[in-house]
Nanobody, 125 residues
Framework: QVQLTESGGGLVQAGGSLRLSCAAS????????VGWFRQAPGKEREFVAA????????AYADSMRGRFTISRDNAKNTVYLQMNSLKPEDTDVYYC??????????????????WGQGTQVTVSS
């Protein structure tokens, strides 16, 4: 079983950038797909991006493509989400998740088995 810990959230002005980190413990990300989701109160968890740990293949939600970049550091067993050109509507709690590595990359929250505790991102206008 893998435990996930997110960090890097905070308050940023519109147009700014943040980098979120998702560190694995208990075991490595090997064999997993790792995804980022976000959720606002009362709303369904929304897919942001995902990557295959073994090959680095990536997938993005259309609204984040070009602004957000998912990457991984094998040595640190960590997945990152670089978020640029942030908008107030990007304000949410961001979660990382790990699930079975499959084709295509999973985009639905129920396809993931392990979740972090979430990190708050607030973008001011």
């Amino acid at each position: 079983q893998v435990q996930l810990t997110e960090s890097g959230g905070g308050l940023v002005q519109a147009g700014g950038s943040l980098r979120l980190s998702c560190a694995a413990s208990g075991r490595t990300f090997s064999g997993y797909a790792v995804g980022w989701f976000r959720q606002a109160p009362g709303k369904e968890r929304e897919f942001v991006a995902a990557t295959k740990w073994s090959r680095g293949t990536t997938a993005y939600a259309d609204s984040m493509r070009g602004r957000f970049t998912i990457s991984r550091d094998n040595a640190k067993n960590t997945v990152y989400l670089q978020m640029n050109s942030l908008k107030p509507e990007d304000t949410d709690v961001y979660y990382c998740a790990a699930g079975q590595d499959r084709v295509p990359l999973p985009r639905r929250h129920y396809e993931y088995d392990y979740w972090g505790q979430g990190t708050q991102v607030t973008v001011s206008s």
